[in-house]
């Protein structure tokens, strides 16, 4: 099992920036990716970023490229998103989530609040 818990987030006004962190604990030897992933209002729960556990590779949702960075500090346990430029549609329930082999996201965190206003 692993444990995942986010933090981080909060009310920002757009073009600001906020950076998410994700604390893992338990069997995070066992972590192959870690990723992120928001809810928006009225929306489906959609992919934001991801980075494997043990090397750099990372993957963006389009729409963030260049503003969000994914990274992280295995040392720590912890993963970490940085967002900036942020715009009012970035708003919404962020969670981190671990897989720990090639098959789905199996461990979530309870999500922490972006809100961006105009």
């Known amino acids: 099992q692993v444990q995942l818990i986010e933090s981080g987030g909060g009310l920002v006004m757009a073009g600001g920036s906020l950076r998410l962190s994700c604390a893992a604990s338990g069997r995070t030897s066992d972590i192959y990716i870690m990723g992120w992933f928001r809810q928006s209002p009225g929306k489906e729960r959609e992919f934001v970023a991801a980075i494997f556990w043990t090397g750099r590779v990372v993957s963006y949702k389009e729409s963030v490229k260049g503003r969000f960075t994914v990274s992280k500090d295995n040392a720590k346990n912890m993963a970490f998103l940085e967002m900036n430029s942020l715009k009012p549609e970035d708003t919404g329930v962020y969670y981190c989530?671990?897989?720990?082999?090639?098959?789905?996201?199996?461990?979530w965190g309870q999500g922490t609040q972006v809100t961006v206003e105009t």
């Open positions: 989530a671990a897989k720990t082999d090639t098959n789905d996201y199996a461990f």
